[in-house]
């Protein structure tokens, strides 16, 4: 650890340090109030309201000449990192699960689920995430069989690495009552062979014929898995991120968390649109939060399903399955009536679509349901916007609504996506130049667990378009490429925007949070390719050290 680091904790750990203070000898990368990149070498901050006070060159000692100082070596300054797409108790769970991403068979796979189950013989359920049989020999699903071979006296429960599809063995499916006569559910499919019997994969509200049975975790549990949540994000230089879809017990534990002042980090929860307490939080009206440290004001509405596993509906047939379309989550009724409750209710509505289809019935909805005046200052968002018919991309900026992206899922499905989808629907797939040069305003993310809570890895693939071994060569659809800058507003400042927080963080200009991070290499000054490799070496809240290597 360098000196800031060692300076800091000394002075935090005596209660000696005192407004204001001077960071000094870095290079400073923020935003003004334009949104346009600005360059300083010192930052002064109020380490008792914590504010940024005023930034520039070594001028400014001049006018601090009472602020403490803390020397920076030369390194390099970032805002806080927003993620504006994650899902945070989903990822402290997923810290104790067996892990699969990244396994290159269902029999690597199966192996790492025997391992695991061996290693915790305690646990009733074995449960675990990442799975991806695009990745495998055989790009098939599943089946129950070699998950019935290394675990036949438990339940086993594996999601898909996008959580939009599960893999059970026998007991679990037994335990769900699950047979050849049970039928689909509206919005889901039971995976089966040709004999008519399930194989074990349950694709999106089939799910819930499994989970349902899988027995809850207790508030002390959920709590340590936010703990390690926050601890695993704030080590990536994340200061602040959007909850995609919390249930009341979690929005709960957020607001007592937030009493007890323990909430380390930021957090911008999207109440799920699931919740049978929904009417009463949207009857209650939103909660501005004056320390921005639990906003609460947007729903998360679920559409559809996600490609990999099918789900997302599309227009046309899927070009390698032509008889499916994917899966609407919602029906069309029921997600009119529950966006036009929401936008009744003066909320921020946020409506996953991913499918080409599903965007279009999103922008239809928006369109009628939003007035001209307040569409703007509504900032509504469509979470993940990966494939939209060209066409229906100016209707983004005409309706004012926000795409909220994860750049990182164009490098993870580019093996996959044009399968799916054929090159002509690979036009509006993951085009984000289409939608920087419209004026769009791309709210980043990372989707984590779903991918890794890395920001940097969503900005090396908003820049390349390349996966980290530099494939394929000059990106994938290389057209649709962002700049460093774009890429980190849509990290910061942007992110910010897409929760009515852009004056306050995300850009370290003076009266914002000082949330910030210092990192090991300048990423203005390297090689696109390296940049995700960037580590984090000290995360700042509020000019508070919450975290240093």
Known sequence: MFRIATFACALLSTGLIAAPVALTDIKGYGFDAKRQLQQFNVMVFDDSTGKVLARGD???????PEAKT???QGKTVLPGLIDGHGHVLGLGFNLSMTELRGSQSEQAAVQRVAKFAAANPDLSWIRGRGWNQVLWPEKQFPTSALLDEAVADKPVWLRRVDGHAGWANSKALAIA???????????????RDSKGNPTGVLIDNAMSLVEQHIPNNTDAQKRHALKAAFDHLLALGITSTHDA????????LYQQLAAEQALPMRIYPMLSANAPQLPQWLEAGIIDDPTDFLDIRSVKIYGDGALG????ALIKPYSDQPEQSGLLVTQPDQLSHIMQQTINAGFQTNVHAIGDRANRLVLDRFEKLVPEKKRQPSRHRIEHAQI?????IPRFAQLHVLPAMQAVHATSDKNMAGDRLGVARLRGAYAWRSFIDQGTIIVGGSDYPVELANAFHGIHASVTRQSHDNQPEGGWLPEQKLTLTEALRSFT?????????????????PGSWADFIIIDRDIFQIPAQQLWQVEVEQTYVNGKQVFAK
């Open 245 to 252: 879809g919390v249930n009341t017990d979690t929005v709960k």
């Open 388 to 392: 939209v018919a060209p066409k229906d």
């Open 309 to 312: 596993s099918r789900g997302a």
């Open 58 to 64: 070594n001028s400014l000692l001049q006018q601090y």
């Open 177 to 191: 009552g699950i047979t050849k006569e049970t039928l689909d559910p509206a919005g889901g499919e039971i995976i």
């Open 493 to 509: 400042v942007d992110a910010a925007y897409g929760a009515f927080q852009e004056n306050s963080m995300g850009t370290l200009a």
């Open 70 to 72: 803390l020397k920076g």
